[in-house]
């Protein structure tokens, strides 16, 4: 049995498979049954057909596991053609024994599905769950809360690997590799984007009981102008769909956070190391000045760090809540995650067992999205989505963006030993 790897977060994109474990994995695409059932259990509508209807169009748009496509609309359109390329996408799909092929099934496939649905072979027996990309919600990113990620943040979790979890640098990728699987997560988190906005539009919009349909194949081939017209609209409203999560793509490089730099006069190490140097140094004074301020942010109202982590910054406060990713099927529709019994029906149809998303123990110095500065920096005032984690609230006077700086330093100031990942003994259990 392996051991949980740290708490909160998801790996957001290559969970490196075990040694030894290059089975080729199921080459279908799983319908989202969890994302149904869960209408159907609040809604008490059948939602057989939808689930149905909504399998038809995403494979009409985006192809097989062997042989991926993107949506056709795409090559009228330069900004959305080059969104993905598809020769890149043959190449991170396919099967393992296929010449120039196969990197998904290869490097992440055991871990995040051939779906992207996060429920690889392994998933179950890791904590935290391998990222689901079905969502289309990204945590370790450059951009505000809610937006997309770049492709320089993908690329990057891909090329270093996530600290702290099972997913591992993948020393063998080359440039290429990495940019066809920065394509090809894409690609999965549009086609999963897309089925859920279609079943939410379906119970928001269409009355399921009295036979509406998402699409009615069917009738694009009928003789009748008012059946073929009908298609075209149910058509249309589905490539609606597919290219506004497109775009929100595209617009992810115009919305990167700027990270202000200092004040000149205020030290802000970039690592544990370089924190032990400047306390040692003519900077030391001013670094214990701002750790203080910091640790008086850290346990106080506004900021309000410690009512999660705790006042010790060891993840011991608020230890009880779950990510959107369990919300979403659990609490969103009013079941508890902690009332197993009412999750049956969900569990069966694909879900994995919820558990906690426990806060961050700075004293591991361990950061999954990234431990520089600059990435502490985004990770206070823009949140991390998908996690109980919010956007920092400044209130002029008293937490201001500026004060930032200083609770960086007062987290660094936690840390108690200079951590390096890859010789962890316990990630070195699931490499």
């Given amino acids: 049995m392996f051991r949980s790897i740290l708490p909160l977060g998801f790996g957001l994109l290559v969970c490196v498979g075990f040694v030894g474990c290059r089975q080729e994995a199921p080459v279908e695409f799983e319908p989202n049954m969890v994302h149904a059932m869960k209408y159907q259990i609040q809604e008490g509508i059948p939602m057989d057909q939808a689930s149905k209807d909504t399998t038809w169009v995403v494979t009409k748009m985006f192809g097989t596991p062997n042989q ?33 092929r196969g990197l998904y099934r290869k490097h992440c496939a055991l871990c995040h599905g051939v779906t992207g649905n996060g429920r690889g072979t392994t998933a179950a027996i890791l904590n935290p769950y391998p990222r689901d990309y079905r969502m289309g919600i990204f945590k370790f990113k450059s951009t505000p809360r809610g937006s997309k990620p770049t492709r320089e943040d993908v690329s990057r979790s891909i090329r270093n690997g996530i600290a702290g979890t099972a997913m591992n640098k993948i020393p063998e990728l080359s440039e290429e590799d990495v940019q066809s699987l920065v394509d090809y997560v894409i690609y999965l988190s549009w086609r999963g984007e897309l089925e859920r906005a279609l079943i939410d539009d379906a119970i928001f919009e269409l009355d399921l009981e009295a036979g509406d349909r998402i699409i009615s194949p069917e009738l694009a081939n009928s003789e009748k102008e008012e059946d073929k017209e009908l ?6 409203i589905a490539t609606d769909f597919a290219a506004e999560i497109a775009d929100s793509w595209l617009e992810a490089e115009d919305e990167v956070i700027e990270v202000p730099a200092p004040p000149a006069d205020l030290p802000v190490p970039n690592s544990r190391k370089e924190f032990v140097e400047m306390l040692a140094s003519s900077q030391g004074d001013a670094l214990k000045a701002s750790v203080e301020s910091g640790q008086k942010l850290f346990v106080g109202k506004i900021a309000s760090c410690s009512k999660c982590h705790g006042e010790q910054g060891l993840g011991n406060g608020q230890t009880t809540d779950y990510d959107d990713w369990t919300k979403d099927w659990t609490t969103r529709i009013g079941l508890k995650p902690e009332e197993r019994e009412t999750l049956v029906p969900l569990l069966a149809r694909g879900a994995l067992p919820p558990i906690n998303a426990v806060p961050r123990n700075f004293a591991e110095g361990i950061f999954h999205g990234g431990a520089d500065s600059e990435d502490l920096y985004r990770r206070i005032t823009q949140g991390i989505d998908g996690t109980p984690m919010p956007a920092a609230t400044f209130v002029e006077g008293e937490f201001e963006q500026g004060d930032v700086w200083h609770l960086i330093n007062f987290i660094r100031s936690l840390q108690t030993t200079d951590h390096d990942p890859s010789s962890d003994p316990e990630v070195q259990q699931v490499l």
């Fill in 68 to 100: 991926p496509k993107v949506p056709d609309f795409v090559h009228e359109d330069e900004d959305l053609d080059a969104l993905v390329s598809e020769q890149r996408l043959m190449r991170a799909s396919g099967p393992l024994d296929e010449d120039g």
């Fill in 231 to 236: 298609f075209a609209e149910q058509w249309e």
